[in-house]
């Protein structure tokens, strides 16, 4: 095994090149203004037109061979404080005859790409193509800003200060935007960062790009930005102090528990120092996280712990560099181990951000206290700390090699029968070399951690590594991971351990050049996993055909032939019943289909269905559905339900499940939004109910009101009388929070 990993390590080196950037002669020259620019969505100020038009576009979808139909014309300019951008999006009137305007589902903040027509652009200040900011509005006003990581991809639940107006015309929108320099972070000195700006117009079904993008990538690929050259270098902010005091005030109720209603009072700040422009230091003490949104629950018949993303802002500025260590089933840190489930964080601190174009630093350290009845069986949890230190250094054109250590420290150990309940410290330390070729095509990873645990010295590491290659029409990937059986990560994510696991894939796209559909090819991926001894444990194949139409609506048949070997006792229907034994042998045969809606109408809709074997030879028939209808701009309306229906032998018998949310957005500005969300979810028994009011009085200043329910189905009585929905625990919060520039 280590030597298919030596061999695999030579090829991903191999294909590292020292390209020139593919798209530098794509160069957009911003100067200082010396006028004033108001933001107006009028773009009428002589500031505007003395400087650089970035026009003629590059299609990118629904094909990448020609120029965008529909114009669009973009401006900069900056001045001590702030970069301006402006961008005129014109409509397609060709085809947008007989229909409004724009297309959107609200004035919510961070909106799905896919539905609504929009401008953004990406901004690559160190010009490193693989950390970055993007911001955008869609058509009505309401923006969009994530960071960026991994070379294209952009975490949303970033938010910061910077202001945008939009207006609308009957034959364009005029969006006028400005961000502080101290809302991003950037090297002192250097005069070149990557761009690219990015449109789309649902209604011509047309997405385009200034620097051209291949179609199989996002335009967010910072690998096709193009140069943004400034006139001089940019200019340092000044003094960069940031302080986010927050105060809350809540009632709860435990009706299950019958205690009185709890009143609760809390006040806690963050603070952002800019050490230097590119480097931030994060201090937070008594946090709370109110304001993030319920999780999505999920039908679970999964053996293994399911995985839940983090929301909470504090972890996610560079956040990418702790967290995507690894792979998505082997993260020796996951920030969510750390305050949740009624575990108070005391206070914490984290410096992050580029050392230099090709070094990048992130070291945090948070203290927890100790709480009664959170522990394993009810035991106390005592205080921990977690302190994470990791660092990144780019090599060749788009790669880096990645360092990252973990410490989490038990603090005053609970003792059971003259034994510490807890391990006194669990450490991790892992080397990743992450490839990322030159042109985008090529993408790889070499992974090797090992753990440190009290009494735990032999079989204690992962190491793993994968290979893939992406072109228009081709995809190929090939990956080996093994997870030795006393690795722990108590900091992570790793939800199996003692075992190897071999994957492939191998996908083509057929790209017809007329008719109805854009796209369509087939997918076969297959992985096997082995325990310890080399013994099969698990095997999943599966084949599948997609179309993608020009209008984007999508629909994909698959079919899927499933080998588990359980390593551990497991109830088929995950819900507190009779379970399978051990090194029994399972397999079975299963088919379905996935279907995603054009995005253009007011009604969307999609579905999925899944019929086939299951555990035991039983069966499994799965039916998904998902709709929304959008009142433009206001409202919107999103309905999703899943239905299981499991049949086994003896005790199982049969099994059903239903799984409904219906989720209401009433956005009445943006930056008013009411946000009602309501999950039945019958294999836990329980429906919950969360509503959200959020103002934003002022930039990253928000007023929060957060009401939450959460209800048993059903209860029987002693005199047999049935109550529809006992209510179990109910929640009123309110949360203040500023954000003050000092």
Not at 57 to 74: E, G, I, Y
Not at 118 to 124: E, M, S
Not at 459 to 482: H, I, K, M, S
Not at 665 to 686: A, C, G, M, P
């Amino acid at each position: 095994m280590k030597q298919i990993l030596y061999v695999l390590s030579l090829v991903l080196f191999s294909l590292t090149a020292f390209a020139q950037k593919k798209n530098d002669a794509y160069q957009y020259h911003i100067q200082r203004t010396t006028s004033p620019i108001v933001l107006d969505g009028k773009v009428d100020e002589p500031a505007w037109q003395t400087t650089q038009l970035a026009q003629s576009f590059w299609m990118v979808l629904p094909m990448d061979t020609s120029r965008a139909r529909v114009p669009t014309d973009v401006r900069m300019a900056y001045d001590d404080q702030y970069i301006y951008l402006s961008a005129v999006c014109y409509l397609d009137t060709v085809s947008r005859a007989q229909q409004a305007n724009y297309m959107v589902e609200s004035l919510r903040r961070d909106w799905n790409f896919g539905r609504n027509d929009n401008f953004i652009f990406f901004i690559d200040s160190f010009d490193d193509q693989t950390n970055g900011f993007a911001f955008g509005t869609n058509a009505v006003g309401a923006q969009w800003d994530g960071l960026m990581y991994e070379g294209g991809k952009v975490n949303l639940s970033w938010d910061n200060k910077w202001t945008s107006v939009v207006r609308n015309y009957p034959d364009r929108y005029v969006l006028e935007l400005a961000i502080p320099f101290k809302t991003i972070r950037y090297k002192a000195g250097i005069t070149r960062w990557g761009i690219n700006f990015s449109r789309q117009d649902l209604n011509s079904t047309e997405k385009s790009a200034w620097a051209p993008v291949p179609r199989q990538f996002p335009t967010a690929s910072l690998a096709y930005a193009g140069i943004l050259v400034w006139d001089q270098a940019p200019p340092v902010p000044g003094p960069n102090i940031s302080l986010i005091p927050y105060a809350l005030s809540g009632l709860s109720s435990n009706y299950q528990a019958k205690t009185p209603t709890q009143t609760r009072f809390d006040a806690g700040l963050d603070a952002k120092v800019a050490v230097t422009t590119s480097l931030n230091l994060d201090l937070t003490v008594n946090p709370d996280f109110s304001q993030v949104d319920v999780d999505q629950q999920v039908t679970n018949l999964d053996r293994f712990e399911l995985f839940f993303p983090e929301k909470r802002q504090f972890f996610l500025e560079n956040g990418d560099q702790f967290a995507n260590f690894g792979y998505t089933n082997i993260r020796p840190f996951f920030s969510r181990r750390i305050g949740l489930g009624g575990v108070p964080i005391r206070f914490g601190a984290r410096l992050s951000g580029k050392l230099n174009k090709d070094w990048r630093l992130g070291i945090m350290d948070m203290q927890t206290g100790s709480t009664d009845g959170a522990g394993p069986g009810g035991a106390p949890l005592p205080a921990q700390n977690f302190a994470i230190m990791a660092l990144q250094r780019r090599v060749f054109a788009r790669s880096n090699i990645g360092v990252l250590f973990v410490n989490k420290e038990t603090l005053d150990n609970v003792v059971v029968n003259d034994k510490p309940l807890y391990n006194r410290y669990n450490r991790n330390l892992g080397f990743e070399y992450n490839l990322a070729s030159a042109n985008n095509l090529w993408s790889g990873k070499l992974l090797y951690i090992k753990s440190f645990t009290p009494n735990q010295t032999i079989d204690n590491a992962v190491y793993a590594g994968n290979l893939q290659f992406t072109d228009r029409r081709w995809l190929l990937l090939g990956q080996w991971e093994t997870v030795e059986r006393n690795y722990t990560a108590e900091a992570g994510y790793v939800p199996r351990r003692g075992y190897g696991r071999a994957t492939g894939s191998i996908g083509y796209t057929f790209l017809p050049k007329e008719g109805s559909i854009l796209s369509h090819g087939p997918l076969a991926q297959s992985s096997y996993v082995f325990d310890p001894a080399g013994r099969e444990t698990d095997n999943t194949s599966y084949i599948s055909y997609s179309f993608t139409t020009r209008s984007r609506s999508v629909f994909t048949a698959w079919t899927a032939t499933d080998f588990v070997r359980l390593l551990q006792p497991f109830d088929p229907t995950n819900s507190g019943r009779e379970t399978l034994a051990t090194g029994t042998e399972h397999s079975w045969k299963s088919w379905g289909t996935v279907f995603v809606s054009k995005p253009q109408r007011l009604f969307t809709y999609g579905f999925t269905t899944r019929y086939g074997g299951y555990y035991a030879n039983g069966t499994r028939l799965n039916l998904t559905a998902d709709v929304g209808y959008r009142f433009q701009p206001y409202v919107s309306l999103a309905a999703s339900a899943s239905y299981n229906d499991i049949r086994l032998p003896a005790p199982w018998n049969r099994t059903t499940f239903w799984l409904v949310g219906p989720r209401f957005d009433l956005t009445l500005t943006n930056t008013l939004y009411l946000t009602t969300f309501v999950q039945y979810n019958e294999q836990v028994k329980n429906m919950n109910v969360n509503a959200r009011i959020q103002w934003r009085y002022k930039p990253a200043s928000d007023l929060f009101i957060v009401y939450t329910d959460n209800y048993l189905p059903t209860v029987g009585q002693p005199n047999n009388d049935v109550i529809p929905f006992a209510i179990k625990n109910r929640a009123l919060v309110l949360k203040w929070t500023y954000w003050w520039n000092i």
